[in-house]
């Protein structure tokens, strides 16, 4: 049974983890019959935002780790303390959280700041040549990742490709439904809510990019 590790970023798609994302994620990995642990990082997002109104919520903090255990039924672990010896796969969902609370790629671009411990995990992967997803937004960390024109996409929106394409990457515009593979660096990108108009859109999507990288050698 393959072990995939799973980095969240909090809870809520505007401030955190996109929960669909996560959810159907978590699903989609027991269906392919793998199991996996959940880890994010033990740090204050970077606002609060009321999911309500779409305001920030002004005075308010929150804890990324204390939030991600909501997604995760308390069974998750601190990012520092991934090894990435005990895993096979390592995927991330999207959600603003992975471009606020992982990197700040959604407030300062090509020239966004990486948390420490994140990016430590993901290098890890990548230099073991384990295979990787990262869903949504989340490329934003494997442009950072990988470089080195590394095959991956966001979906199709033009700005945010060409944010990636400037830390590094080549940005390859996908439908919905599909994937982008760059076989060589085993990384696997998908739109998700980058495109998705609802639940089972971005189902398609993060199942298919599931599906994808656990079949990978």
Same mark, same amino acid.
């Given at each position: 049974?393959?072990?995939?590790?799973?980095?969240?970023?909090?809870?809520?798609?505007?401030?955190?983890?996109?929960?669909?994302?996560?959810?159907?994620?978590?699903?989609?990995?027991?269906?392919?019959?793998?199991?996996?642990?959940?880890?994010?990082?033990?740090?204050?997002?970077?606002?609060?935002?009321?999911?309500?109104?779409?305001?920030? /919520?002004?005075?308010?903090?929150?804890? %990324?780790?204390?939030?991600?255990?909501?997604?995760?039924? !308390? @069974?998750? +672990?601190?990012? &520092?303390?991934?090894?990435?010896?005990?895993?096979?796969?390592?995927?991330?969902?999207?959600?603003?959280?992975?471009?606020?609370?992982?990197?700040?790629?959604?407030?300062?671009?090509?020239?966004?700041?990486?948390?420490?411990?994140?990016?430590?995990?993901?290098?890890?992967?990548?230099?073991?040549?384990?295979?990787?997803?990262?869903?949504?937004? /989340?490329?934003?960390?494997?442009?950072? %990742?990988?470089?080195?024109?590394?095959?991956?996409?966001? !979906? @199709?929106? +033009?700005?945010? &490709?060409?944010?990636?394409?400037?830390?590094?990457?080549?940005?390859?515009?996908?439908?919905?439904?599909?994937?982008?593979?760059?076989?060589?660096?085993?990384?696997?990108?998908?739109?998700?809510?980058?495109?998705?108009?609802?639940?089972?859109?971005?189902?398609?999507?993060?199942?298919?990019?599931?599906?994808?990288?656990?079949?990978?050698?």
């Amino acid at each position: 049974m393959k072990q995939v590790a799973v980095i969240l970023s909090g809870s809520g798609v505007f401030d955190g983890a996109e929960l669909h994302e996560a959810v159907l994620t978590l699903l989609a990995i027991e269906q392919e019959g793998a199991s996996y642990q959940c880890f994010a990082p033990d740090v204050e997002q970077l606002h609060v935002i009321n999911h309500l109104t779409g305001e920030v /919520a002004e005075g308010e903090t929150r804890n %990324v780790l204390v939030e991600s255990a909501r997604i995760a039924r !308390g @069974n998750i +672990k601190p990012i &520092a303390e991934c090894d990435v010896n005990a895993f096979d796969v390592l995927i991330l969902p999207g959600g603003f959280g992975a471009a606020k609370n992982l990197c700040t790629f959604a407030v300062d671009g090509k020239n966004c700041a990486y948390n420490e411990d994140v990016l430590n995990v993901c290098e890890a992967f990548a230099r073991a040549k384990k295979p990787a997803a990262y869903a949504c937004i /989340a490329p934003a960390l494997a442009a950072k %990742v990988y470089g080195n024109q590394t095959k991956m996409t966001i !979906g @199709n929106d +033009k700005d945010t &490709a060409e944010g990636l394409n400037a830390l590094g990457a080549c940005h390859v515009d996908c439908a919905v439904d599909e994937v982008v593979v760059d076989n060589d660096a085993k990384l696997v990108t998908t739109p998700a809510y980058m495109m998705a108009n609802s639940i089972s859109e971005a189902h398609a999507s993060i199942s298919k990019m599931v599906s994808t990288v656990l079949a990978m050698k």
